[in-house]
């Protein structure tokens, strides 16, 4: 059974740098898209960065275009949200996700239904 666990989640003014971390056990093939989603109090959730375990092909949300970057480390089981240039707006909750269904994309999705196994989430808080 795969789990998720993420970490990495504090408060950081407005400008600074964040790195979260999705821990995750369990059998994850390197075609599996991992996600990173968020969502702030009274709104939806939102997906800001996915790639797939294994390649290099990453999305982002265009709010956090050339700020954040999604990696990972397979040795440490690890997916990896590096946050720059922080902004209040970042301010969220933020989920790991994966999509075991095995559907194959030409670029991993940022549609939360398609991701079907979450973590508990990590709290983000920019101040201006």
């Known amino acids: 059974q795969v789990r998720l666990v993420e970490s990495g989640g504090d408060s950081v003014q407005a400008g600074g740098s964040l790195r979260l971390s999705c821990e995750f056990s369990g059998y994850i093939h390197s075609t599996t898209c991992m996600g990173w989603f968020r969502q702030a109090p009274g709104k939806e959730r939102e997906g800001v960065a996915a790639r797939y375990l294994g390649g290099d092909f990453t999305n982002y949300a265009d709010s956090v275009k050339g700020r954040f970057t999604i990696s990972r480390d397979n040795a440490k089981n690890t997916v990896y949200l590096q946050m720059n240039s922080a902004k209040p707006e970042d301010t969220a909750m933020y989920y790991c996700?994966?999509?075991?269904?095995?559907?194959?994309?030409?670029?991993?999705?940022?549609?939360?239904?398609?991701?079907?196994?979450w973590g508990q989430g990590t709290q983000v808080t920019v101040s201006s």
């Open positions: 996700a994966a999509d075991l269904s095995g559907s194959r994309w030409s670029i991993c999705p940022l549609s939360s239904q398609h991701f079907g196994v």
